[in-house]
């Protein structure tokens, strides 16, 4: 995990402004992909929390996302 997001830092320091902006755009980019590691490594540890975890936050989430995507709309009205 360190090392992708080390890279990642390091290339980000260099295209950013080191202004306020900046620092929140780098934290933009390195947070979700931080957590996007670490759920990918649990998962292939077997943590059985991670389950849990899966189920109650990030399922919900992708099944609200697809019915508020707009081809989902398209394809209901389609359908009605």
Known sequence: MFF???FLHSH?????PQT???YAAELAISLPLALALFFAAARALGVEEIRFVYQSFVAPTWIRLARSAPLA????????
């Open 4 to 6: 992708p997001l080390a």
């Open 12 to 16: 980000l320091s260099t295209l950013l």
């Open 20 to 22: 306020r902006l900046g």
């Open 73 to 80: 709309r398209l394809h209901v009205k389609i359908q009605s």
